[in-house]
């Protein structure tokens, strides 16, 4: 169950600050510069691992890179809101590895969508054999990224 906001301290939140923006920190260096000793650093970072605050570790990985330079946002209408309706294209949506991020919306449309490709004839294949295909979409929107302005994924703890 994850901790409540209000319950990290200040020492909490300067963690989980240098950890967003270098996650492979040694736990030494993590602890010096949160003005801790390495075992109660440590027990703090368990801790807020155990709680779900400490979502996981991963590699940020650059998108034109690895041959991916192509970004999609896509909104979705479903022919209807009925929770099995919303169950049903979640689950699917979520098992495509295409599609990086879904919401839920509120609003006109249902679901917002960012999908990266490396070309457009890969989002046409895309579009055509898998999303035009799932059952309950009404319609769809699709808006192409031209440049990305910011990218972030450390989220605002000051």
């Known amino acids: 169950m994850p901790v409540r906001s209000a319950a990290l301290d200040e020492t909490d939140?300067?963690?989980?600050?240098?950890?967003?923006?270098?996650?492979?920190?040694?736990?030494?260096?993590?602890?010096?510069?949160?003005?801790?000793?390495?075992s109660p650093c440590l027990r703090r970072v368990r801790l807020m691992e155990k709680a779900?605050?400490?979502a996981r570790y991963v590699a940020v990985l650059d998108q034109q890179a690895v041959e991916l330079p192509v970004s999609v946002f896509i909104s979705i209408k479903l022919a209807s809101q009925k929770q099995?309706?919303?169950?049903?294209?979640s689950k699917t949506i979520a098992r495509w590895p295409e599609v990086l991020e879904c919401y839920l919306m509120t609003g006109p449309r249902?679901?917002?969508?960012?999908?990266v490709v490396?070309?457009?004839?890969?989002?046409?294949?895309?579009?055509?054999?898998?999303?035009?295909?799932?059952?309950?979409?009404?319609s769809i929107e699709s808006s192409f990224a031209l440049e990305q302005v910011k990218y972030s994924n450390v989220l605002p703890l000051g």
Do not use: C, H, M, N
């Open 110 to 115: 249902d679901y917002w969508l960012r999908v």
């Open 13 to 38: 939140r300067k963690i989980l600050a240098i950890l967003q923006e270098s996650g492979r920190i040694p736990l030494a260096d993590l602890a010096t510069k949160v003005g801790l000793s390495a």
């Open 118 to 138: 490396p070309d457009l004839a890969a989002y046409e294949r895309f579009l055509k054999q898998k999303l035009t295909r799932l059952e309950g979409v009404a």
């Open 52 to 54: 779900g605050v400490i």
């Open 84 to 89: 099995d309706a919303l169950d049903r294209f």
